[in-house]
């Protein structure tokens, strides 16, 4: 297995205002962009060439990633005009493959941070003589997700994509959003219109009669649809809880990068990473947290949970706790924002303006 397509093209609506300036796979986690955490792992794997399927913003991704060459990959990129869903943007990214009918083709969503196994999915997949293999994890409420059920031979039974009724919930099985097509069967699929492999694709070969493979490997599984998620994954890849090659630094609690200056006195812990020009003043006390590159955390300030985008800046004795505070943002001193509170990029807010919000 050699190829492989990484679906970019999402928005990260839910993700505002971090997804303002910087599309979902770009905003950095442990101190890189995340699809560079997919990227290494993928070439760690043995994929050799990639073809990334961007639409929002899809300026970004070329600059950073170029050719490939710094992951040991060779890159194409495929740019959609207007949104083709997954299933479209899978079909429209295969005119760059290069391998033949029965080659495996790995595909893989720029939001998911897993520990899987890409070679042993792979391998399983071949071992089936399967159409389509799909990664499946186990989760507590799956109505959120499209669940999977499969029989004892990881077959695949049915789909329902986010069910709506206990009666619809018939597994704890989700699909976790990595699959290993036939090259084939992605030439099926119809080309130039939006195609939701989810609700469409897969549903349709099942129904005709293609096998399709699920594998369910309870690993490290998290969707990076919304804030906390992206902030809990980040520490998670910073404190080694998931492996990347990607991460540019020592495990640990706390990940500096170069530039970034932390005073005597401040305190980092729970995978916090501080990006670079980024300064946490004295007595400032950061759990968790991702502080991108140039903002500024003020003296005494708490930070908890949270985000805080590039060049902005929280004021002394400010509290955060599962706040996003958006790039350029000020927030002045004395402010308390908690619970999902989230400040709008470019914002101004003034001292003491906020002791506690939800919204602001």
């Known amino acids: 297995m050699t190829e492989a397509i990484l679906l970019v093209g999402g928005q990260g609506t839910r993700l505002r205002p971090v997804t303002v300036n910087t599309p979902k796979p770009m905003v950095h986690t442990a101190g890189v962009p995340f699809l560079a955490h997919q990227i290494a792992r993928a070439a760690a794997a043995g994929v050799t060439h990639i073809v990334m399927a961007t639409c929002y913003l899809a300026e970004v991704f070329e600059p950073y990633f170029g050719d490939g060459s710094d992951f040991g990959v060779h890159l194409e990129y495929v740019v959609e005009d207007e949104p083709l ?42 071992a089936a003589d399967a159409d389509v293999s799909l990664h499946l994890v186990r989760v507590d409420d799956p109505r959120a997700f499209g ?51 989810e609700r469409e694709t897969f549903p349709g070969l099942l129904a005709s009669g293609a096998t399709l493979h699920g594998v369910t490997e309870n690993t490290y599984w998290m969707d990076l649809g919304k804030p906390e998620a992206i902030i809990q994954a980040s520490a998670d890849l910073v404190r080694g809880i998931v492996p990347s090659p990607a991460v540019p630094g020592r495990r640990g609690e706390s990940l500096v990068l170069p530039g970034a200056h932390v005073a005597a006195g401040a305190k980092l812990s729970g995978g916090t990473v501080v990006g670079a020009g980024a300064r946490v003043e004295a007595g400032a006390v950061v759990q968790g947290s991702i502080v991108l590159a140039d903002a500024v ?45 989230r400040i709008w990029c470019g914002a101004r807010l003034p001292d003491a303006a906020i002791r506690f919000s939800s919204d602001a």
């Open 297 to 341: 955390v003020g003296p005494d300030a708490q930070v908890s949970a949270s985000l805080i985008g590039a060049g902005a800046s929280v004021g002394a004795r400010t509290v955060l706790d599962c706040a996003v505070i958006g790039d350029g943002a000020e927030v002045g001193a004395d402010n308390e924002l908690r619970a999902g509170a």
């Open 85 to 126: 869903g997954t299933g479209g943007a899978i079909r429209n990214a295969a005119r760059l493959l290069t391998g033949g009918p029965d080659s495996s083709v790995l595909v893989f969503n720029g939001d998911i941070l897993t520990g899987l196994d890409i070679a042993g999915l792979v391998e399983s997949h071949k």
């Open 147 to 197: 669940l999977v059920p499969t029989d004892a031979h990881g077959r695949v039974l049915a789909f329902t994509e986010k069910p709506q009724t206990p009666e619809e919930i018939i597994t704890d099985q989700i699909n976790a959003g990595c699959y290993v097509f036939r090259r084939s069967v992605i030439d099926t699929i119809p080309a130039g219109r939006s195609v939701s492999v």
